[in-house]
């Protein structure tokens, strides 16, 4: 898995507040998006891509739109904030 990768499980665990994930818990759904992506490839080195078919699968297009909205605010705010 790369740095990049191991990032956006980072970030999909961080959302655990946007709708419909709320009750799985965000630690929780990153699980799930991983052990998709690893059934879907397995023996590949993950990549982000992959990562987002797998969340794509999982709750739809809508869903992963979603987040990486999210993960833009999150980024954008931090950047902001030094």
């Known amino acids: 898995m790369t740095a990049k990768t191991r990032r ?43 990562l987002r078919e797998a969340n794509t699968l999982l709750c739809g297009p809508s869903w992963e739109d979603q987040v990486d909205r999210m993960i833009e605010d999150i980024a954008s705010r931090a950047k902001a904030a030094g």
């Open 8 to 50: 956006r499980m980072t970030d999909l665990a961080n959302i655990a507040a946007l709708e419909g994930q709320r009750e799985a818990g965000g630690l929780r759904y990153a699980l799930k998006v991983l052990e998709m992506a690893i059934s879907l490839h397995i023996g590949d080195i993950l990549t982000i891509d992959m």
